[in-house]
């Protein structure tokens, strides 16, 4: 009978608890799913090793050794299980069921890992570094009696076969885990969760097709990878003919993203390990960025870097050392194609307003007419910050259509929402108007001719011209000013403020101007 998805998701939510009296929630991941795609890959690897010898056993008597794997390998096998210590006496073959065989005796944990990268060696072209450090398997983290209390609570989960269970039910399931982490445990496993309904907003408005390439250069554990492909299949496409791209700074959540991409069946993907800023993986044979279709991310927001002080993705200038927003949209800006690439980005509102470098950064932006949209997204929707953030969206050069030319559409979706335990949620219906004011028409006022204004939900096209006479001042609260004259919440009080303190800063440079005419000296900026 078909495994239920609440059957496997509590099954794994019984095993990962028996890490509660060793680690905190956000350290979980890091155990339970290499563990969970071991035991995905050994139940696969029986699956059809059975299936071999049921459908050749009248002439596996008449077959050597090597024949008989030839076949195997080339008809049912898609990846390999290795022996570990092979033609010795303590060979054993490097799967769930042959481990688990051991759990009594002393080493368990050395044990797992030695299977573990067993099956990363004889897998190089799928599996190099998929478990990440498996620091977890060292005895003074993790103690053996735990670890075995873990794998046997994992070992009454059903057969993780596709014989057994939908990749559907199998990729619902580990995303289930990457939620209750995040809920559970905070900021820290929050740092690679983006909320699903924000992804889901990105994606639609993105709307990548079929055979195009998406790449997040902060992938994370791969949610927004894997929901592009989810997107297409839902609108009747085929998600596996995307290809996939990511890049990922710290090694153990690239191994989550590509056990997590392996798991929904997806196969066309490259995730890489590295800083993007400092060392972008992917790269054309001259040298340059590489360029894709659809560029999606939440990059970590207002994070300190090394500014670049020579790089060919520095259009408008560098950004500040005190925060990487504007270096990340730059990043992205040259990812994309040059023919139909579009990019869509979560950043908190200082993007919006902030002076200085980023100021002259946003200008050269606007003046190549690369921006298309800037989303208000309500606040505390995010499992590792409360505030309100916003999404960018981006069209290669000329890519625009028409009526979107010269100018900037602003939505401001700050009162649509949900709340829920934790945080705020966006609901199905939030995610469809959004799309909806996204692709409606506009009038010569820049006022949407399809939009229902009592929705809580604002939309305004503005001209280039009057950002330029804001000072390229992207706040939603100076172009949306009866939607944010009428809200009360957290966003509305930033917009104000953030509006006031731009105001401020302006008065006080031309102070400054004045003092300095008259050899008044001594005033700081």
């Not at 044990?111 to 060696?121: C, D, F």
């Not at 996939?244 to 798991?263: C, H, I, K, S, W």
């Not at 505030?387 to 259509?401: E, H």
């Not at 390229?472 to 009360?488: C, F, M, P, S």
Request: one cysteine or more; charged letters at 25%; proline letters at 5%.
């Amino acid at each position: 009978m078909a495994v239920t998805q609440q059957e496997i998701e509590n099954r794994l939510w019984d095993a990962a608890d028996e890490l509660r009296v060793a680690m905190p929630e956000a350290q979980y991941s890091s155990v339970v799913f290499p563990l969970m795609f071991w035991k995905y890959l050994s139940d696969t690897w029986d699956h059809h090793h059975q299936e071999f010898l049921d459908d050749n056993k009248d002439q596996l008597n008449d077959l050597s050794a090597e024949e008989a794997h030839e076949i195997e390998y080339r008809d049912y096998q898609s990846f390999e299980i290795p022996f570990i210590h092979p033609g010795t006496v303590q060979q054993r073959r490097a799967s769930w069921s042959s481990i688990l065989a051991t759990i009594a005796r002393p080493g368990l944990g050395q044990r797992v890992r030695a299977s573990l990268q067993a099956i990363e060696t004889a897998n190089p072209d799928k599996f190099s570094r998929l478990f990440g450090s498996m620091t977890w398997t060292s005895e003074e983290v993790l103690s053996g009696e735990v670890l075995a209390a873990v794998m046997q609570a994992m070992d009454r989960t059903p057969k993780m076969h596709e014989g057994n269970m939908s990749h559907d039910v199998l990729g619902g399931a580990y995303e289930y885990l990457l939620k209750r982490f995040s809920d559970g445990s905070g900021t820290r496993a929050g740092q690679f969760f983006t909320p699903r309904e924000v992804v889901e907003l990105i994606v639609e408005i993105l709307d990548p097709k079929g055979h195009e390439s998406v790449y997040d250069p902060t992938c994370g554990s791969g949610g927004m990878l894997i929901a592009s492909a989810n997107l297409l299949k839902a609108h009747g496409g085929r998600g596996y003919t995307l290809k996939l791209y990511g890049q990922e700074t710290v090694p153990d959540t690239a191994g989550v993203a590509r056990m997590n991409l392996f798991m929904h069946n997806l196969t066309q993907f490259q995730i890489e390990v590295g800083d993007t800023l400092k060392d972008p993986r992917f790269k054309k044979p001259d040298g340059s960025i590489a360029q894709f279709d659809v560029i999606l991310a939440n990059p970590p927001y207002s994070l300190k870097w090394k500014p670049w002080t020579k790089d060919p993705r520095a259009i408008g200038g560098v950004a500040p050392q005190s925060s990487a927003d504007w270096a990340f949209v730059q990043h992205m800006i040259a990812s994309m194609g040059p023919k139909k690439g579009r990019a869509g980005v979560v950043l908190p509102h200082g993007v919006l307003f902030r002076g200085g470098q980023e100021a002259a950064i946003r200008q050269r932006v606007l003046g190549a007419d690369l921006l298309e949209a800037v989303i208000g997204l309500p606040a505390n929707l995010f499992y590792s910050t409360a505030i309100p953030t916003c999404i960018l969206v981006f069209r290669a050069p000329g890519s625009k259509v028409e009526e979107r030319r010269d100018g900037v559409l602003f939505i401001d979706a700050s009162k649509r929402f949900t709340k829920a335990k934790n945080r705020n949620v966006l609901t199905e219906a939030d995610i469809t108007d959004v799309v909806t004011a996204y692709h409606s028409k506009f009038d010569s006022d820049g006022n949407p001719a399809d939009l229902d204004g009592d929705g809580g939900l604002a939309a305004r096209f503005v001209p280039a011209t009057e950002i330029a006479a804001n000072g390229y001042d992207l706040n939603i609260g100076r172009y949306i000013k009866q939607a944010a004259a009428e809200q009360k919440d957290l966003g509305t009080l930033i917009d104000a403020y953030n509006i006031a303190r731009v105001e401020r800063q302006k008065t006080e440079q031309r102070m400054l101007a004045v003092l300095a005419a008259a050899g008044i000296e001594g005033f700081d900026e």
